[in-house]
C-alpha cells in the first residue's frame, strides 16, 4: 500500500502490482485493455515491456481482490522554447523534468467514486515532492483533466498529401548537399534515437521516446492486432557530404488499385530531421516514390515543415487537436526555465485553488530572453488559472485568443500584448510528435 484516500465514503488503497508476477502484472494491463475495449495483447507483448515498467510507478485500485483503476506514470522530460526558437542562440534547448502520466482508467462499475482523484492527487504529490515541473498526458477525452488544472501546451496534427497536387514544390529537392541511402531498422536504432531528441528539443511541449517507444515505432513489441502479413516499410537516411546522418524516415505502402491503376498510399511512420532543407529532401523521397497517390502522417505537429513545402497549399490536409497537456507542479521553475523573445516586465498572478501552482510572481525579462521569476505582493497585470500556464511557458497557442474567450483577465491595459510579445515562438516543426 502507497498511500490513502476517502473515497466514497471508505477509504481507498492505492496499491502497486507485483511486477516480478507476469500473471500480476497481466491482471492489471488487462483491467486497463477491458476499459478501453482494446485487445489485452500477449504474454510475450507484456514480458517485452516489464523491464521498462519496472522503472515506473504502476498503481491502481482494487475490489474483491479485482483491479478497478489502474494508474501509471514516469520520470521524463518536456521541452520548454530554448535560444534556438527566440533568437538568442541555436545551440540552446531546454527541457523541465516532467512526470509523464499514461494508463489512467476506471472500471465503468466503480466510476464517480474518487477513485480517479484519489490516484491523481498520488501522481502529483509524489511528481511535486521529487522534483518534477510538470506532469503531462495525452487525453483521451479532453473533458477530464482540466479539473485537475491540465492544460493544452502543445498540439498534434494529422497530415493527408495528395501527391498529384503536391509535385510543384516551393523549394527544390536538392537543396541539401549529400544523399539519401535505403537501411534496415537496426541501421535505423543506431542514429535515430540521438537524432529524434535533438529535433523534439525544438518542439515546445514535446517529450522524447524512451527505448519501448522505439520498439514499437519499429514493430519489434507487435501490437496486438498487428498483421503478420504486414505491407512493406521502407527506411531511409539523408547523409550529409561528411557522412555523418542527418535525417531519416520510415515508410510503410499499402497496396491499392483503381480502375486499372496503382493508388497505393504511403503512411509515414516516423520522419525526422535537424535541417528543413533534409526535412524537405526525405519528404520530396516520401512523394516521389512510385505508385503512390496518397501519403498519411500521424502525430506531426501544426508547424510540420510539409505543410509549406507544396505550391499549392491544398495538397495538404491537416487534422489539428490537442496533443500534451501540462499539470504545472512548479510555477516559477517553469517560467524561468524558458527563454523569452523579447525583454518586459509584467506581474502575473496564477490561481490554483487545489494545487502547488498559485501564487504572484514578478516576471522580468532581459535582453537575452532570460527570466527572473520572484514572488511579489504588488498588484497583477494579469490574472490567469492554472491551466493557461502551459499556453505561456509553450509560447505556441495565441494568448490574445485565449484572453478573448475568457481565459486570461488582463488588469493592466497591453498586459496581454506584452505577454505575447515576450512568450510567443514559431517553431518549425522536423519531427513527430511522441505519445506514451
Do not use: K
Not at 502522417?297 to 508547424?303: L, N, Q, T, V, Y
Amino acid at each position: 500500500m502507497t498511500n490513502q484516500h476517502a473515497t466514497d465514503q471508505r477509504a481507498t488503497a492505492i496499491l502497486s502490482p507485483d511486477l516480478d508476477d507476469v500473471d500480476a502484472a497481466r491482471s492489471w494491463r488487462d483491467s486497463f485493455a477491458d476499459v478501453f475495449g482494446v485487445s489485452r495483447g500477449t504474454r510475450a507483448e507484456l514480458e517485452a515491456v516489464l523491464p521498462t515498467w519496472r522503472g515506473q510507478r504502476l498503481t491502481g485500485v482494487q475490489d474483491g481482490g479485482r483491479w478497478v483503476a489502474t494508474f501509471r506514470s514516469w520520470r521524463g522530460s518536456s521541452t520548454v522554447p530554448g535560444g534556438a526558437l527566440t533568437g538568442h542562440d541555436p545551440l540552446d534547448a531546454r527541457s523541465v523534468p516532467s512526470e509523464l502520466v499514461s494508463t489512467v482508467s476506471v472500471s465503468p462499475t466503480h466510476r464517480r467514486r474518487g477513485l480517479l482523484t484519489a490516484l491523481m492527487r498520488d501522481c502529483l504529490d509524489h511528481a511535486r515532492a521529487t522534483g518534477a515541473v510538470v506532469a503531462t498526458l495525452f487525453a483521451s477525452e479532453s473533458a477530464i483533466y482540466g479539473r485537475y488544472g491540465y492544460g493544452v501546451a502543445s498540439e498534434v496534427a494529422d497530415l493527408t498529401v495528395a501527391v498529384p497536387q503536391a509535385r510543384s514544390w516551393s523549394v527544390a529537392s536538392t537543396a541539401a548537399p549529400g544523399r539519401l541511402r535505403l537501411v534496415e531498422d537496426d541501421d535505423l536504432l543506431d542514429v535515430g534515437p540521438d537524432l529524434f531528441e535533438a529535433a523534439r528539443l525544438r518542439m515546445p511541449g514535446a517529450v522524447g521516446r524512451n527505448e519501448v517507444g522505439w520498439l514499437r515505432l519499429l514493430e519489434r513489441i507487435p501490437a496486438p492486432e498487428a498483421d503478420t502479413a504486414r505491407p512493406p516499410r521502407l527506411r531511409v537516411v539523408h547523409e550529409g557530404q561528411d557522412g555523418t546522418v542527418d535525417g531519416y524516415a520510415r515508410v510503410g505502402l499499402d497496396e491499392r488499385w483503381e480502375d486499372g491503376g496503382p493508388a497505393y498510399t504511403a503512411t509515414v511512420h516516423d520522419l525526422t530531421a535537424l535541417d528543413p532543407r533534409v526535412a524537405a529532401v526525405l519528404w520530396r523521397f516520401v512523394l516521389d516514390l512510385d505508385l503512390v497517390r496518397s501519403v498519411t502522417a500521424e502525430h506531426r505537429s501544426p508547424a510540420d515543415l510539409l505543410r509549406h513545402l507544396p505550391v499549392d497549399g491544398r495538397a495538404v490536409r491537416a487534422s489539428v487537436r490537442d496533443g500534451h497537456w501540462w499539470r504545472v507542479l512548479d510555477t516559477p521553475a517553469l517560467l524561468s526555465t524558458r527563454r523569452w523573445s523579447a525583454p518586459g516586465r509584467l506581474v502575473l498572478q496564477v490561481v490554483d485553488p487545489d494545487g502547488p501552482a498559485g501564487g504572484t510572481w514578478r516576471l522580468d525579462v532581459d535582453e537575452d530572453g532570460h527570466a527572473e521569476v520572484v514572488p511579489t505582493d504588488a498588484l497583477p497585470d494579469l490574472t490567469l488559472p492554472v491551466h493557461a500556464v502551459p499556453a505561456v511557458a509553450t509560447g505556441v497557442r495565441p494568448l490574445p485568443l485565449l484572453a478573448a474567450a475568457g481565459g486570461l483577465d488582463e488588469h493592466r491595459p497591453g498586459g496581454v500584448a506584452l505577454l505575447e510579445r515576450l512568450a510567443h515562438v514559431a517553431p518549425v516543426a522536423l519531427a513527430g510528435v511522441q505519445g506514451f
